[in-house]
């Protein structure tokens, strides 16, 4: 069972203060007029000789605000639909159809970045309420597509965003088999793009987990590229984060060509490698650069993903934020019989800190859960595993409704509308797994 670490170090999130760019998906050939902008007062539109024009609006939700026609047609969103995470099928066809689009620049002025992105996304919900058009919108920086069905579910709490909707993550498999995961937008919050070459299976897996402790890291600022050595996970888990091109350059040669050099994948860009280079057998020549072993060899359920204070403090706060949607859903899937798990904050024997421990939960309210404990504790003498009993709600520190198209959890709200959709054909899915694992 992979656990997260409190981290020693307290460290506060980089201000980011780049205004993002977004561009908004309309089915039209033709992007629609400014006159839809007029109920937000823009303070200027500037129509330009070309047929295009640029409004600008002084303030909506605290963002100033760009937004510029596009006369060109939008390109497809093909692949860009498919490494989007929380899109129903239908979403997907429906997004598809765009044509053209606004782009639209919003500047939430300095700040934490998880607060200032999501008082981009609160801007944008007013934009999409006020010109009542547009199948969803496309993060330029991310390379992320979201429907308006996924803005509405993010904008019901008002918890700073998840660290995962910072970034998009792009898995690449090679014709000769080679693996290549990379990310596009932490580099456009002052930070850099992560990339994993060759991950194992076991790493494949959980990538989303790695990266998610890396982006937290990076974002904090106690990551950077060229550090010699920082640990990510215990045991093992030792890592340079190297510059792309400097990799590129000096890699051993059975890792070329891996990933890809151009111009998209890197500048501001590192590979996850060992801290030490690598020499040949006999001493001979340059030391070579080689890919983190951690990330290309196995990990065991003992494996623990580092994450500070603070970020432990924010993954709380927004899974506390959250918790009266699980008992929303716990209600109106309950036929479902889906596996909730909570993880709660324990305190240790000596009490300077909590160990955050994963329990099995039977039933939740808005003052808590009823659950039973899923591992040993490590430095909780009084609890054990299999040990059952009541948790307050401030204990919670994450949970996820396991479903069979995917977990919903405080970051991930997409397999709700799958489940809505489609819940006949989960409820026999449910039914089967119930038959063929009774107990």
Known sequence: MLIHLIGEFMSSFQDWSTPPEYSILFREAT??????????????????????????????????????????PRESLAIDLRFSPGLTEDEEAKISQCQSQWHVMLDPGPGPVLQTRKQTLVALGKIFRTIRKGLGFFCVDSLRV?????????????????????????????????????????????????????????????????????????????????????????PGGMIRMVPAREFDAQVDPKFKGIREPDEFHVENRAVVC???????????????????????????????FG?????????????????????????????????????????????????????DVHSADVNGIDATCLNQPYEVSGLKEGDRGRYGFGQITEWQMQTPIGSITPSQFGSIRHIREHRSEIEEIMRQHRAENPG
């Open 31 to 72: 992007p629609p007029g400014p006159e839809l902008l007029e109920p937000l007062c823009p303070k200027e539109i500037d129509h330009r000789d070309d047929g295009t024009w640029v409004a600008k609006i002084e303030s909506v939700k605290g963002c100033y605000i760009w937004v510029v026609s596009d006369p060109k």
């Open 146 to 234: 979201w429907s308006l069905a996924m803005l509405t579910d993010e904008l019901q709490t008002k918890a700073g965003l998840d660290i995962d909707a910072l970034y998009g993550i792009h898995p690449v498999v090679n014709h000769d088999g080679s693996r290549w995961v990379h990310t596009h937008g932490l580099a456009a919050l002052g930070g850099f793009d992560i990339d994993l070459i060759n991950p194992s299976d076991e790493v494949l897996g959980i990538a989303h987990t790695l990266i998610r402790s890396l982006a937290f890291a990076i974002v904090e600022g106690s990551l950077v590229i060229d550090e010699p050595a920082f640990q990510i996970a215990q």
């Open 274 to 304: 060992e801290p030490k280079l690598k020499k040949s057998m006999l001493g001979l020549g340059k030391p070579k650069l080689e890919p983190s072993r951690f990330v290309r060899g196995g990990i065991s359920e003992h494996t623990v």
């Open 307 to 359: 994450l500070s204070k603070t970020a432990t403090d924010l993954i709380a706060q927004r899974s506390q934020e959250t918790f009266p949607l699980l008992v929303q859903l716990m209600e109106e899937f309950q036929s479902l019989e889906l596996p909730v798990l909570a993880k709660v904050a324990c305190r240790v024997d000596s009490g300077e800190a909590d160990e955050h421990i994963w329990f």
